[in-house]
C-alpha cells in the first residue's frame, strides 16, 4: 500500500493505493472519474488515456503509485470550465466526430497533447499522434477533420488573444 498526491483536475488529492494498482482503476473506482474508459487493459487501444503533466499516457497499464507528486488531467478536467469546452471537445461537438463514442475521450485527449504541442499538425502528424487510439467504428476520417478544426479554434483564440488583454 501507497500514500500518494496527485493534482486531479486541478485538486490536490491524497490516495492510499495498492503498489501495482493501474491509475485508471483509482480514477474510476476511487475517485469517480468515469470519463475515462477501459479498453484493452494493456495499453494497446487508447481509450484510458489521461494526461500526465500534460503527456498523455494509458492508465489502464499505467502504476499509480507513479503518479505521486505529478498532475493528472482526465477528460473532465479538460475544459478551462464549466461554462466553456476545450477547443478539442468543440471540433468534435461541431463535427459530429463520434459514432458510439466509447473511445472518444481517449480520443481527445490524444488529440488535445498532440495540438499542446504542435498547433498545426499536417495529415501525417495526425495519424502518427493518434496512431495508439483506436475507433471500432471507424471514426478515423472524423477525428482527423477534427483535430484540423480544433486547431483552427486554438489558433482564432491566441489572434484573440492579444486584443482581448489588451481591452482589460
Not at 3 to 12: D, F, K, S
Not at 127 to 135: F, H, K, Q, T
Request: glycine content about 8%; hydrophobic content about 35%; aromatic content about 4%.
Amino acid at each position: 500500500m501507497s500514500n500518494i498526491e496527485i493534482t486531479l483536475n486541478g485538486e490536490a488529492r491524497q490516495l492510499s493505493v495498492e503498489d501495482g494498482t493501474p491509475l485508471l482503476w483509482v480514477l474510476r473506482e476511487q475517485l469517480a472519474m468515469m470519463g475515462t474508459k477501459f479498453g484493452c487493459g494493456v495499453g494497446l487501444c487508447g481509450a484510458c488515456t489521461v494526461h500526465l503533466d500534460g503527456n498523455p499516457v494509458r492508465s489502464c497499464s499505467y502504476p499509480a503509485q507513479l503518479a505521486n507528486g505529478r498532475k493528472v488531467t482526465t477528460i473532465e478536467g479538460l475544459a478551462p470550465s464549466d461554462e466553456e469546452l476545450h477547443p478539442v471537445q468543440q471540433a468534435w461537438l461541431e463535427m459530429n466526430t463520434p459514432q458510439c463514442g466509447y473511445c472518444q475521450s481517449g480520443q481527445i485527449m490524444s488529440a488535445a497533447a498532440l495540438l499542446a504541442n504542435n498547433n498545426s499538425p499536417d495529415d501525417s502528424e495526425i495519424d502518427a499522434a493518434m496512431s495508439g487510439n483506436l475507433c471500432r467504428c471507424g471514426t478515423y476520417p472524423r477525428i482527423r477533420k477534427a483535430i484540423h478544426r480544433a486547431a483552427a479554434l486554438i489558433a482564432t483564440d491566441q489572434a484573440d488573444a492579444p486584443a482581448e488583454e489588451s481591452q482589460a
